[in-house]
């Protein structure tokens, strides 16, 4: 009778101590929520596109579940999302790893991929009549164009390198650089150039009727085959137009987070997820959260679709 009335004492202190917990929880996040997502990431202190190299699943408690992926690949769009990103070494470069987003075996015509380039690092050289774009997420790296002259590229800079000039990219540190890549579409008379620049170098166009702003980071003229934006969206801010065209788009979210309808699909995204858009498939976009968007949007133009 003694055992039996301690055990029950003590089945009813460990039931005060759990029921206590609960009030406690239930007081502070309310009934079965999540565990807050606070992690020093979280911190205003972290460096620009920080997320594009330290991606996160979002909510925390997904993060080691078996399986997931937010990545989708269908016939006229995909997204892949950087928990399903696949580093490897990179041909013709040195030290250097990349993740490629998009080819041409999805149905694209150009190529994107994140190059992780380490110490010591250098670049390879695109193939014959490729024509090559770099901007830097993370790091810096030293340019040397054809005429042997030196660029040095940190964070928010670019470079558009023409078909068959030789070119290379050192790293001396750890670097994150996007590059895209694509077989350069020749038009008589009409020849491009180097391009060495930085986004804050490029003005803000405003769209009439739209609530987004944009930098054009290339040059409209004829020699170019394909452009390149820079488009920020403030919180609440979305595409006024559902676009349907003939471009190509190629989509790297650098920072903020939003929803982006895709033909029929709807997807929450964030930054580091990388979207392409075949041609004519149906697209919107709208910024959410409490900090803004801001993506790199490849478009190719300037050429007749025959």
């Known amino acids: 009778m003694g055992s039996f009335l301690g055990f029950s004492a003590l089945f009813y202190f460990l039931l005060a101590i759990n029921m206590g917990n609960l009030m406690v929880s239930f007081s502070q996040e309310g009934l079965c929520s999540a565990p807050p997502i606070l992690t020093s990431a979280d911190s205003s202190d972290q460096p620009r596109y920080w997320k594009v190299t330290n991606p996160t699943l979002s909510p925390a408690h997904l993060q ?3 399986g997931f992926t937010r990545s989708v690949y269908k016939r006229d769009h995909a997204l892949i999302s950087p928990e ?6 990179l041909p013709y470069w040195t030290n250097t790893l990349g993740a490629y987003l998009i080819t041409p075996a999805m149905g694209s015509h150009f190529v994107m991929y994140l190059a992780k380039m380490q110490e010591n690092s250098k670049s390879g050289i695109p193939p014959r009549d ?3 774009f770099i901007f830097v997420v993370h790091g810096a790296v030293l340019l040397t164009d054809i005429s042997g002259v030196t660029h040095s590229l940190n964070v928010d800079s670019y470079a558009y390198l023409p078909p068959n000039s030789t070119h290379s990219l050192n790293c001396d540190t750890s670097s994150t650089l996007i590059v895209i890549e694509k077989r350069y579409n020749y038009l008589e008379s009409h020849i491009p150039d180097l391009i060495v620049s930085s986004t804050d170098k490029q003005p803000l166009v405003v769209t009439p009727g739209e609530g987004y702003e944009y930098r054009d980071l290339l040059s409209a003229s004829l020699a170019h085959d394909f452009n390149i934006y820079i488009m920020d969206y403030k919180p609440g801010q979305f595409l006024n137009v559902k676009e349907v065209h003939y471009n190509q788009h190629g989509v790297l979210i650098l920072e903020g987070q939003g929803i982006y309808r895709l033909g029929d699909s709807w997807y929450p995204v964030q930054a580091g997820d990388a979207i392409w858009m075949a041609p ?7 910024a959410l959260g409490t900090s803004r968007t801001r993506y790199l949007l490849y478009k190719d133009g300037n050429r007749n679709p025959l």
């Open 84 to 89: 399903s990103h696949m580093f490897g070494p």
């Open 130 to 132: 490729v024509e090559r």
């Open 64 to 66: 080691d579940l078996p």
């Open 280 to 286: 004519f498939v149906p697209q919107w976009y709208a």
